[in-house]
């Protein structure tokens, strides 16, 4: 049997841990994949799912708050005849102050005035309210007109901040939950 050095045989076992922590490195990235399809796929069908209007209200909630992670949110319809948002539904914000916003006011109005999101990775100010607190503002087209705005407010406090996966969920709201939710204006 060949004698090796014990430089030889250091060289060999550390590259030995290298792999083994690129191997550990690779799964975890892995699971993280298949978590992030797992939720994508949830999200989508718990939209299509939906055969109402409570329901896809309902529906969308239920993904902000478990799958992106934050129990403050509005959902507004557009009326274009006034100009204005319309309050639909709410989690975790105290509803008065957004039963109605008009168009092109604040974060949310320019949501739906433009046609562009809002989106803070950092999350929404913790010590102050209104616009300062809004984590996203998701407008919600239908043949490229808006017709509603999702706003997110505060994550929730074991987030740190928004992932990817988080901005792939929002794309999947923005895309599906207007042509499931038959806004009427």
Known sequence: MAAYSEEYVQSLLAENDRLRTLVESLKTESEAHVANLASLYVAVTSVHGALDRPSVLTSVQEIVTNLIGSEEMAIFETDTEHGRLMLLASTG????????????????????????????????????????????????????????????????????????????????LAADAPSALPFTR
């Open 93 to 172: 914000i105290e509803p008065g102050s957004y039963q109605e916003i008009y168009v092109g006011e604040g974060a949310i109005g320019r949501a739906a005035a433009t046609g562009e999101r809002l989106i803070r990775a950092e999350g929404g100010s913790l010590s102050e309210a209104g616009d300062a607190a809004l984590t996203a503002c998701i407008p919600f087209k239908v043949a490229g007109r808006v017709v509603g705005v999702l706003a997110v407010f505060r994550l929730l406090p074991h987030k740190l901040r928004l992932a990817a996966i988080d901005i792939y969920l929002f794309d999947v």
